[in-house]
């Protein structure tokens, strides 16, 4: 009897746990739950976009809908520019947001000083998570020293645009994919002229070319992997730059301008693909290029490099004092990593999406001619080859602040004609100095 009495509390004692348990679980997953979701108005491609809520509104009606507990709110009409500084004293208030968007040049800077939760666990622990369903290079955006602190929502890679009908005037054909530095060389220059007879050049190879782009085609790389130091001087950076100036050198140094571009006068010009989006519709379409056709390739490649360009990706993250890690883990997800999300970026944002399966699939393409390249310019296999292929800026503290110094530095080298491997070694001076004080 005394066994019997045993086993009858025994067991009385695990219905009771038992019970308790369904019903705390019950009560964690009913239990009123209040997402704070932080986001600016506006592009982060510095182009124009009226529905930057659209599908953010959309995804959380949808998450709502998914978890009825959990409610989202975010606080509208937050300036790009204003959008950094507004997050940190929410931060200093203890007004931390669960989920917010990232602006690239802050990802280093909030995960370096925890204002980012850092979700390699959550990544981990998630076994319908998987990072390789991203694209490297975009999901790399969201890194910070080894570690993730952000997902990728839209990305925008650089293409090169070319005005055929320009090229066919000249009997030029136009370039392969895999077409190279002394290619592009020769047709800027064989372009490049003054065709009014007034002495000054009013029809020219390329617009809006940087010594960034030679850069990266010529596979240099500014600076250390740590950021400890700048590669200025490295053979392949100082190839790129000395290489950007020979392109200006055809124009004697006289620079295209957007209106010569938008007017057929210029062959050559790389463009994002959000600017892209913003310059193809209609009006634009109508107003801007109905005198001359155009497609577009991947960038010219360099001696020592590759036909690439550089992507930047707005990525998302979680709030490193969130009292509702799962939450808020499910949202990211289902903005950053939801398909159905995710084929809404091509047709409503500026970018596409940073999901391979995402901007393979048949129903991509057909947005793709039916709202953006309606003339075939843009084709879902280039757009997919860039992404694949692309890099991204470093991730360390403090850079986008010594890349303006030294942007600046660099052009001023290129305007002023003076020596470039000196300018260069004066200006990795002073940039290594920055990057330890």
């Given at each position: ?120 666990q959550l990544i981990k622990s998630d076994d319908k998570f998987d990072k390789s369903k991203y694209y490297a290079s975009a999901y ?269 530095e660099i052009q001023y080298i290129l305007n002023s004609q003076g020596d470039i491997d000196d300018g260069l070694l004066r200006l ?10």
């Amino acid at each position: 009897m005394n066994k019997w009495k045993r086993n009858g509390i025994l067991g009385a004692v695990l219905f009771v746990v038992f019970c308790g348990s369904i019903l705390y679980i019950y009560h964690r997953e009913t239990k009123p739950v209040t997402l704070q979701f932080a986001m600016y108005a506006g592009s982060q491609w510095n182009v124009p976009n009226d529905d930057y809520y659209k599908i953010i509104d959309e995804t959380i009606a949808e998450y709502e809908k998914k978890y009825p507990n959990v409610k989202v709110k975010y606080t509208s009409g937050i300036l790009k520019d204003d959008y950094s500084e507004w997050l940190s004293e929410q931060a200093l208030k203890g007004k931390t947001p669960d989920v917010m968007m990232v602006l690239s040049e802050d990802t280093s800077t909030f995960a370096s000083i925890g204002l980012l939760l850092n979700l390699d666990q959550l990544i981990k622990s998630d076994d319908k998570f998987d990072k390789s369903k991203y694209y490297a290079s975009a999901y790399a955006d969201g890194e910070y020293e080894g570690s993730q602190y952000a997902l990728p929502y839209e990305s925008v890679p650089t293409m090169m645009f070319i005005n055929k009908t320009l090229l066919k005037k000249e009997g030029i054909q136009i370039p392969k994919g895999d077409w190279s530095w002394n290619e592009f060389y020769d047709i800027c220059k064989k372009v490049t002229k003054d065709t009014d007879g007034d002495g000054l050049i009013d029809q020219f190879g390329v617009y809006d070319y940087s010594w960034k782009n030679s850069v990266v085609t010529n596979g240099g790389e500014l600076f250390s992997k740590d950021g400890s130091s700048s590669n200025l001087t490295n053979t392949n950076v100082k190839e790129a730059i000395k290489f950007t100036s020979k392109i200006n050198e055809i124009s004697g140094n006289q620079k295209a301008t957007s209106n010569d571009f938008d007017t057929g006068k210029v062959a050559f010009r790389p463009m994002t693909f959000a600017e892209y989006k913003t310059y193809k519709p209609y009006p634009w379409r109508l107003k801007k290029y109905s005198k001359f056709d155009w497609d577009c390739i991947k960038l010219p490649a360099g001696s020592n490099g590759k036909n690439i360009s550089e992507v930047e990706s707005l990525v998302m993250g979680i709030g490193n004092s969130t009292k509702y890690q799962k939450e808020a883990w499910n949202f990211l997800k289902m903005l950053t990593y939801n398909q159905k999300t995710q084929q809404k970026i091509l047709r409503d944002a500026q970018g596409i999406s940073p999901l391979k399966e995402v901007n393979q699939s048949k129903a991509t393409e057909k947005i793709l001619q039916k709202e953006v390249s309606q003339d075939g310019s843009v084709k879902l296999s280039l757009l997919n080859e860039i992404m694949e292929q692309a890099v991204i800026e470093p991730k360390f503290k403090n850079y986008y602040t010594v890349y303006q110094e030294m942007d600046q530095e660099i052009q001023y080298i290129l305007n002023s004609q003076g020596d470039i491997d000196d300018g260069l070694l004066r200006l990795k001076q002073e940039v290594d100095q920055s990057l330890n004080e």
